[in-house]
């Protein structure tokens, strides 16, 4: 039975950067993969700020950016877009397959070992290490191991949507911004998106919980999309963080702890700095066997997101819950305070909590009553400690 001090299980993003961030401190780490190649499927939109390159040390190259943009275009049902502008292009889209093939080969270079097409079976732990049976009946020991195979292993499948994004040529819409479109004729309780790669293609994609692929049909239909290159299907983790980070010598990180914001399922800031508090904490475990690791890593994190995630549950509820005439207002009255500004101080990666302290509490409240009536109204009160 080989031996391996940690074993990450799942060759993505925050898996990934776990293991760079491991070997870079000479810790003896194998990420396991199950499909043949990192980076595979591409299914991430891979939309982050630039607070996420620099807090991620993703490196601004054109082999790792497709594109940077200054503005969104958000679309309601009626199709009377809303402009949101920010004072420089700081909102940037990975190649992710690139970006992950970069984090695997940094990590290789500092002595982490990948081993492709092998995907963890079982596993079981004691109080000194993890026991884990592989494909090909191969068995390894280690004393951790590192959930990061994504939603597949999230526990909440209450807390999924089906997602679906397409690579194809477009046109009629501008190549300089990000289009996000929200309509339940074709993405009941989430939304469309439209994000350009350069002039001629872009990535297309939506999320459901049901009947996926024939609302896909809908809103290409709608957007005048007649073929496509390359399609994927993944499901998006939106339920929320896990209730536990730590259990014992098993650890979670990105999609499979529930890091991820839960009304977009982004995961690449939530799911990346999870990375590095985790490694940061395996380092000082392994160093000091008196830190406790919940602390070192579940507590960190929580500090960092239990506030905005809460938050966020909440939209997702209420937005769920909405009919397009609903959500024809709600741009109605988002037009109205947008067309005061030139453009908003939002923290992209914290977007909640950051356009409710632009709005103010009171303004919040106020169209949230206008438009919901008074329980949802006074059930966002309870959030006023968050958002101070």
């Given at each position: ?10 060759g993505?993003f ?34 982050v700020?630039?607070?996420t ?20 275009f ?8 809303v ?9 940037f889209?990975?190649?992710r ?34 026991k ?29 949507y089906?997602g679906?994004?397409l690579?194809?040529?477009?046109k ?7 289009h996000v479109?929200?309509d339940?004729?074709?993405?009941p ?16 994609g939506l ?14 239909k709608?957007i005048?999309?007649?073929h ?10 939106v339920?929320?963080?896990k209730?536990?980070?730590?259990e014992?010598?098993?650890?979670y ?10 009304t ?9 700095i999870?990375?590095l ?36 549950k ?6 769920e819950?909405?009919?397009?005439d ?24 914290l977007?909640?909590s950051?356009?409710?302290?632009f709005?103010g509490?009171?303004n ?10 008074n ?14």
């Open positions: 039975m080989d031996r391996s001090e940690i074993l990450i299980a799942g993505g925050s898996g990934l950067l776990c293991a760079k961030e491991l070997a870079s401190k000479n810790f003896p780490v194998k990420v396991i993969e199950e499909h043949n190649e990192i980076g595979y499927p591409n299914k991430c939109s891979g939309v700020s630039l607070k390159i620099e807090a991620l040390n993703i490196p601004i190259s054109k082999n790792l950016v497709e594109n940077q943009f200054s503005e969104i958000f679309y309601p049902p009626s199709g009377k877009r402009t949101v502008s920010f004072k420089t292009k700081n909102i889209v990975l190649n397959y690139n970006v992950d093939n970069y984090l695997a080969e940094e990590a290789i270079k500092n002595g982490a070992e990948i081993s492709l097409l092998t995907k963890m079976i079982s596993f079981s732990q004691n109080d000194i290490c993890v884990i049976k592989l494909t090909g009946d191969q068995s390894l020991t280690s004393s951790y191991l590192i959930d990061a195979r994504g939603a597949s292993s999230y526990v909440d499948k209450l807390g999924l089906n679906v994004q690579y194809a040529f477009y009629d819409f501008e190549a300089d911004a990000i479109f929200f339940k004729s074709f993405s309780g989430f939304f469309a998106w439209l994000i350009p790669v350069n002039e001629n293609l872009a990535k297309i999320a459901s919980k049901q009947n996926t692929f024939e609302f896909t049909k809908i809103f290409l709608k005048g999309i007649k496509f290159l390359k399609i994927y299907f993944s499901p998006i983790v339920g929320g963080v209730q536990n980070l730590v014992g010598r098993i650890l990180v990105g999609d499979s702890a529930g890091q991820t914001k839960p977009t399922g982004g995961g690449i800031y939530f799911g990346g999870g990375a508090l985790l490694a940061k904490a395996i380092v000082n475990k392994l160093s000091d066997p008196k830190i406790c690791l919940a602390d070192e890593y579940e507590k960190n994190w929580l500090s960092f997101f239990k506030n905005e995630v809460e938050l966020m909440f939209a997702r509820k209420v937005y819950s909405m009919d397009n609903k959500i024809e207002r709600l741009f109605s009255i988002a037009k109205e305070v947008i067309s005061t500004k030139d453009v908003l101080e939002i923290d992209y990666d977007h909640l950051s356009i409710i302290k709005l509490v009171r919040t409240l106020k169209i949230c009553k206008e438009i919901f009536g329980v949802v109204t006074e059930h966002l009160k309870k959030f006023n400690n968050l958002i101070k």
